[in-house]
């Protein structure tokens, strides 16, 4: 049977594992090393590590390219930034991860990069910014107003220009959505988040299109001292073989509930894609006291585990105020469906 033919679903849960024979483990041992005997490919830990080499084949299979980990989503957006000569030219959402956007606005102010923020609806407004550009940075959907690219037109036609895509692919991940399938050159992920899907540790991954793009990384990985933890790598592999199934009870609990919760009075807009596993909620009351008052979904921040999580993102000093005051980000977890709207509609009634 070809590896090719199978479904993601499946490729998944089989990609990554040491070789099949007698004695060898089923699944790629956690290594914790920081060095190795010399005169091999591993040499030293900042460089390489055999259980993240093992997640790497999973998640690239996964999108299509070549994956590198690094140590948080923010760490491989860095690398990311830090392959950018001085002046290069940035389209970016004026509504993405908070983040992200803070450091795109610190190496404009410094002088490194020029930036222009676009709605990452706005194709023709975008399309127009190419000629001029050398990198586009996208979000879909984005965090947290679940805005949605036309992907594929941005893609073809910054490939037309010569210019950089990368796709920070979080929200949608490899289930709902490939980039490099559509010519992005680098997807983003917070692995942090629903690759992982449980909420147990931090670590982010770049799917390079290109080869040569994969060993620029990996030596920002090195100098930037961005490697995982082996033990980390082992716990996003082993979440990683359960996420279509995760997704796909999610992203239900999520089409289940999105409806009901823009009919609910309390609720003056619900924005939800149709698909994926966020909603976020704006709040006619008080949005804090909604967060306080649940009991099954938990008040913390973050998204993509088994469990329900709910925040009020303005409550972060630094998100955009583009975010609107009163709004809830919601992460479905796997729960039952209707567990989940109980709590939350009594939740609603503080507000
Ligand atoms: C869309 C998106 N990209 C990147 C990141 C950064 O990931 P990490 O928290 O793993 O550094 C996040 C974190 O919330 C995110 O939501």
Known sequence: MDAKDLDPSTRVVSSGRPEARPDNPVNAPIVPASTFHAGGRLEYGRENNPTAAALEVALGELDGGEAIVFSSGMAAA????????????????????????????????????????????????ILSLLPQSQVLWIESPTNPLLEVAELEVLISHAGTHGVTTIVDNTFASPVRQKPIAMGADFVLHSVTKILSGHSDLLMGAVIARQHVDWEKLQVRRVLLGAMPSAFDCYLALRGLRTLFVRYEKSEANAIAIAATLAAHPGVSRCRYPGWGTIASIEIDGNADRVCESTRLWTYATSLGGVESLLERRRRWPRESDTVPENLIRLSFGIENPDDLWADLDQALSHR
């Open 78 to 125: 860095n690398a990311l930034m830090d392959l950018w000569p001085v002046g290069t030219c940035v389209i970016a959402p004026n509504t993405a991860y908070t983040g992200v956007a803070v450091r795109l606005r610190e190496l404009h102010e410094r002088g490194h990069i020029e930036l222009t923020h676009c709605k990452i609806t706005d194709t023709e407004l």
